[in-house]
């Protein structure tokens, strides 16, 4: 078996645990095709607690299918918690619970991935994550949390 297509199966198939553990059905998460909207993540060596808020800006209305967000935490990852999104305004989008899936060299839970489902209109949103003492991020996001963030325009 290819090693690109080795790839896309176990893709899956963490896609589908994910799903299943949030109570999500294929049908649903699965309706639209989501792409990458953002992504700050990059290569390079992390230090844990941002000293900066990741903000995201939707031009458009946006639902937002997976957010996903990187604790690193010194090669031991971090118990999955919770995000959400805050509007400019103040309203409180989520908060989510995330499933933790391996890093980097199989380090636990350093991904935390929820599949939110929601629609926010155009706007500004910070990202908060329940464990920012163990979020990840360096001199590339410039001191914001690393997030990558799938969705679409509606």
Same mark, same amino acid.
């Given at each position: 078996?290819?090693?690109?297509?080795?790839?896309?199966?176990?893709?899956?198939?963490?896609?589908?645990?994910? +799903?299943?553990?949030?109570?999500? &059905?294929?049908?649903?998460?699965?309706?639209?095709?989501?792409?990458? +909207?953002?992504?700050?993540?990059? +290569?390079?060596? !992390?230090?844990?607690?941002? /000293?900066?808020?990741?903000?995201? !800006?939707?031009?458009?209305? /946006?639902?937002?299918?997976?957010?996903?967000?990187?604790? #690193?935490?010194?090669?031991?990852?971090?118990?999955?918690?919770?995000?959400?999104?805050?509007? &400019? %305004?103040?309203?409180?989008?989520?908060? #989510?619970?995330?499933?933790?899936?391996?890093?980097?060299?199989?380090?636990? %839970?350093?991904? #935390?991935?929820?599949?939110?489902?929601?629609?926010?209109?155009?706007?500004?949103?910070? !990202?908060?994550?329940?464990?920012? &003492?163990? #979020?990840?991020?360096?001199?590339? /996001? %410039?001191?914001?949390?690393?997030?990558? !963030?799938?969705?679409?325009?509606?």
């Amino acid at each position: 078996m290819s090693r690109r297509r080795c790839l896309t199966i176990v893709t899956a198939s963490l896609m589908c645990a994910v +799903i299943a553990l949030s109570g999500l &059905s294929l049908r649903t998460a699965f309706a639209q095709q989501s792409e990458k +909207i953002f992504d700050n993540g990059n +290569i390079y060596a !992390v230090k844990n607690r941002p /000293t900066r808020t990741t903000v995201l !800006v939707f031009d458009t209305q /946006t639902r937002i299918t997976q957010i996903k967000t990187y604790h #690193w935490n010194n090669g031991r990852g971090a118990p999955a918690g919770t995000i959400a999104l805050q509007s &400019s %305004s103040g309203e409180t989008f989520g908060p #989510w619970r995330t499933v933790g899936l391996p890093g980097q060299g199989g380090v636990p %839970s350093a991904y #935390w991935v929820a599949l939110p489902d929601v629609s926010l209109p155009a706007g500004e949103y910070t !990202v908060i994550d329940s464990g920012p &003492s163990t #979020w990840a991020h360096n001199a590339a /996001t %410039s001191g914001s949390g690393m997030v990558e !963030v799938e969705g679409f325009p509606e």
